[in-house]
């Protein structure tokens, strides 16, 4: 008894230990979001492909980068405002290598879109540093 007891405590350990990693994960990914999207947000559309992840550059040359995100963001003007929906950390994502993302959903609105929402894939680098995989605006 004695053992099975230890047993599961040890499991909740480890339980609750991974649930605080991936709490710290998030919190970690979630700024480098942020600050990737300011870049963004500043029209500085060339410095969020370089702080961008090896696997979004990988994806997409810069200037192509440059081009598709200005044709999308300069119609729908400034931002108003941005709110966090959803985040949810995951070790797979379709399409991409098993590693560890963090997915976020922002409810937005632009001077010239009321309501927008913006999809930003965070991904955790081979160096171990958080930076945007994905970046996707309805």
């Known amino acids: 008894m004695k053992r099975l007891f230890c047993t599961a405590l040890l ?3 480890m ?3 991974a649930q605080a990693s991936d709490t710290d994960a998030i919190q970690t990914a979630r700024g480098e ?3 990737w999207l300011s870049l963004t947000d500043a029209s500085q559309f060339g410095e969020s492909w370089e702080s961008a992840a090896a696997l979004f550059q ?3 040359s810069k200037e192509d980068w440059i081009h598709t995100v200005g044709a999308v963001r300069s119609p729908i003007g400034s931002l108003k405002s941005r709110e966090l ?3 949810k950390f995951s070790n ?9 993302y963090v997915v976020f959903q922002f409810n937005a609105s632009f001077e010239n879109k ?6 930003v894939t ?3 680098d081979p160096d171990g540093v958080w930076r945007v995989a994905g970046y996707f605006i309805k």
Not at 92 to 100: F, I, M, T, Y
Request: glycine share 6%; aromatic share 0%; no cysteine.
């Open 92 to 100: 797979s994502l379709p399409g991409v290598p098993d590693g560890d």
């Open 15 to 17: 339980m609750l230990s």
């Open 114 to 119: 009321a309501s927008a929402v913006e999809t």
């Open 58 to 60: 990988a994806a997409i």
């Open 85 to 87: 929906a959803s985040e």
């Open 11 to 13: 499991a909740v350990s």
């Open 33 to 35: 979001a942020l600050t």
């Open 122 to 124: 965070a991904m955790k």
